[in-house]
């Protein structure tokens, strides 16, 4: 019954793409290079980027038409705050000027602890996440035992507490130059509302989505950018008085990341906090993770996509003007800052692409 309710949202909504809004058949065709990759790989997934993904890229933004869309929400001291970071506290300086000179300038400080790379519209670096042999008892340490994407071990990584990235740092991701796709669970899963928090977006809501927006013969590209729009960031408020946002959220489901891992993507955002599924009162330790979470790993799709498919997160994206306007295929740019041996970057991504409107044109 609710798949029937769900097909009548989307036809309510006019959800059928438009051909012209999908690459030609040969662009898609484009080969991007298969793994494996080599000994010692840093780049994972986005080790495809490259002319392939250029190519579709400049397809969508050849299009009569085009309308760039801004998938990232304005930073601010007041901006919903990640609960695993300190205070987010950008304070500005007084305007200085230099004597003898005709100059004047501003600039800001910020404060201790603030991680500025995991707050806000934020990318992940593949060695933001490791995998232990078995869950850790919280006793003793536990470094030793982390195995990175691609086998890296610890004590390359991070061979010491105050160690910044030796591998895996957020310098070594390229430039993301790509065609994405763009699923709207907020129409499909959640009939319109914003999902509920712990609420999944599974293999076969994938595949499903992936027809009723008349993309199933274009299907997930390898290479691709995948955005899932939850409505979840229907609920970023600035000033974050309720502090809801970041309290829980819907997410994937571990069997669509291994879906989407089996496709090759490059990158996963979502208009969530955590990409994973974070039921009332998970972070509390008042409830177990979503149904069908792997026993130990609370953040499995954490752990699947990037520590052992080596692709990358894009967490608190502002995806609402693009499914507002059934921009279902776009071209996207996403980069992150090079901040050597960095865990993760604050990003500004964008996405290119024809409006339903003009589309059907």
């Not at 960031?233 to 309720?242: L, N």
């Amino acid at each position: 019954m609710r798949s029937i309710l769900a097909g009548f949202v989307l036809c309510a909504a006019g959800f059928a793409l438009s051909a012209e809004a999908v690459e030609p058949v040969k662009v898609q065709r484009l080969k991007t290079p298969p793994p494996p990759w080599p000994s010692g790989d840093e780049r994972g997934m986005a080790n495809q980027i490259g002319p392939a993904t250029w190519t579709r890229c400049a397809w969508h933004l050849s299009q009569p038409g085009v309308a760039v869309y801004e998938l990232s929400h304005p930073r601010s001291n007041t901006m919903p705050l990640s609960p695993f970071a300190g205070p987010y506290a950008v304070k500005p300086k007084p305007t200085g000027g230099i004597p003898g000179s005709a100059h004047a300038f501003n600039s800001e400080t910020m404060n201790e602890g603030a991680e500025p790379a995991q707050q806000g519209t934020q990318m992940d670096a593949l060695g933001h996440f490791g995998a232990l042999p078995q869950p850790w008892d919280g006793k003793g340490a536990l470094s030793e035992e982390v195995t990175y994407y691609a086998g890296h071990k610890q004590a390359d990584v991070k061979p010491t507490a105050d160690s910044p990235l030796l591998k895996l740092g957020m310098e070594k991701a390229p430039p993301i130059v790509t065609s994405a796709v763009l699923l709207d669970a907020k129409a499909y899963v959640g009939g319109g509302q914003p999902m509920k928090a712990g609420e999944l977006v599974t293999a076969k809501h994938i595949q499903e989505m992936l027809k009723a927006q008349g993309l199933a013969e274009r299907g997930i590209l390898p290479g691709d950018a995948v955005y899932v729009y939850t409505g979840w960031g229907d609920y970023w408020r600035d000033p974050d008085a309720e502090k809801f946002y970041y309290a829980k959220a819907p997410g994937l489901s571990y069997d669509a990341a291994r879906y989407l891992g089996e496709r090759r993507i490059v990158a996963i955002g979502l208009d969530t906090p955590f990409i994973d599924p974070v039921p009332e009162g998970m972070l509390q330790g008042k409830s177990g993770p979503a149904e069908g979470t792997p026993a130990g790993l609370p953040f499995a799709v954490h752990h699947h996509m990037i520590s052992q498919m080596g692709i990358h997160h894009i967490e608190n994206a502002k995806l609402d003007e693009l499914a507002r306007d059934g921009v279902w295929t776009s071209c996207t740019i996403v980069l992150p800052l090079l901040d050597k041996g960095a865990a993760g970057s604050p990003i500004r991504p964008i996405a290119f692409g024809l409006p339903r409107s003009i589309a059907r044109r």
